[in-house]
């Protein structure tokens, strides 16, 4: 009877285990689809810049297989932009606090460069001490890209605005000046300092 009891202790321990086993397979499959399904570009740094784990959108932004690029150099990988990545990795490990929004140049070596939204943030492996960066990194190439044309377009603007020899000037519904013209400046002798947020009767001259 002791014999037969141990038995099937034994073999309850062993199915108990192994659902364990079952569980724990399935929740790291589960997180493996979402981790390498998610549009964000995802790297698991030490404090070295190299690259420990990432997924599948940040191997393909390098054009590189996850296999190729788990273990690699960042300095290797991102020769022009490399340094300021590990300095800010470094930054972020040393202060213990994230670092989030960061905009930046995306430069791999041998593939298509852009710009990207970076957020950072730090863990340190309480037992080991060792120390890691986990690296979230959005394309925001096309919405940069386009900020830079509204940019460029509204220098443009701006330029034609005060080069025109003609006394322009805008404000608002109140009266109140919101820019003025360099020739305006000039012909009435005022710095722009002087005169925007000013109501724009009081340089009205009475006919």
Same mark, same amino acid.
């Given at each position: 009877?002791?014999?037969?009891?141990?038995?099937?202790?034994?073999? *309850?321990?062993?199915?108990?285990?192994?659902?364990?086993?079952? !569980?724990?397979?399935?929740?790291?499959?589960? #997180?493996?689809?979402?981790?390498?399904? =998610?549009?964000?570009? =995802?790297?698991?740094?030490?404090?070295?810049?190299?690259?420990?784990? *990432?997924?599948?959108?940040?191997?393909? @932004?390098?054009?590189?297989?996850?296999?190729?690029?788990?273990?690699?150099?960042?300095?290797? #990988?991102?020769?022009?932009?490399?340094?300021?990545?590990?300095?800010?990795?470094?930054?972020? =490990?040393?202060?213990?606090?994230?670092?989030?929004? =960061?905009?930046?140049?995306?430069?791999?070596?041998?593939?298509? @460069?852009?710009? @990207?939204?970076?957020?950072?943030? $730090?863990?340190?492996?309480?037992?080991?001490?060792?120390?890691?960066?986990?690296?979230? !990194?959005?394309?925001?190439?096309?919405?940069?890209?386009?900020?830079?044309?509204?940019?460029?377009?509204?220098?443009?603007?701006?330029?034609?605005?005060?080069?025109?020899?003609?006394?322009?000037?805008?404000?608002?519904?109140?009266?109140?000046? *919101?820019?003025?013209?360099?020739?305006? *400046?000039?012909?009435?002798?005022?710095?722009?300092?002087?005169?925007?947020?000013?109501?724009?009767?009081?340089?009205?001259? $009475?006919?």
């Amino acid at each position: 009877m002791a014999s037969m009891h141990d038995v099937t202790e034994q073999h *309850l321990a062993e199915e108990k285990q192994a659902a364990a086993e079952a !569980a724990a397979a399935r929740h790291a499959a589960e #997180l493996a689809l979402i981790f390498d399904h =998610i549009p964000a570009r =995802i790297f698991f740094k030490d404090d070295k810049n190299r690259i420990l784990r *990432l997924n599948k959108a940040a191997a393909a @932004s390098m054009g590189m297989s996850i296999e190729e690029a788990t273990g690699a150099d960042t300095y290797e #990988l991102f020769p022009e932009m490399a340094k300021k990545y590990h300095d800010d990795d470094l930054e972020v =490990i040393e202060s213990g606090e994230p670092k989030l929004n =960061i905009i930046e140049r995306y430069t791999p070596v041998g593939n298509l @460069s852009g710009w @990207s939204s970076t957020d950072k943030v $730090p863990y340190t492996d309480r037992e080991t001490g060792e120390r890691f960066l986990f690296v979230a !990194a959005m394309d925001v190439t096309d919405r940069k890209n386009a900020q830079d044309r509204l940019q460029q377009r509204e220098e443009t603007y701006r330029r034609f605005y005060n080069e025109t020899p003609a006394m322009l000037q805008s404000f608002s519904l109140e009266g109140i000046l *919101l820019s003025v013209s360099d020739y305006w *400046l000039s012909t009435l002798g005022y710095t722009r300092e002087e005169v925007i947020g000013r109501n724009v009767m009081e340089f009205m001259t $009475p006919e």
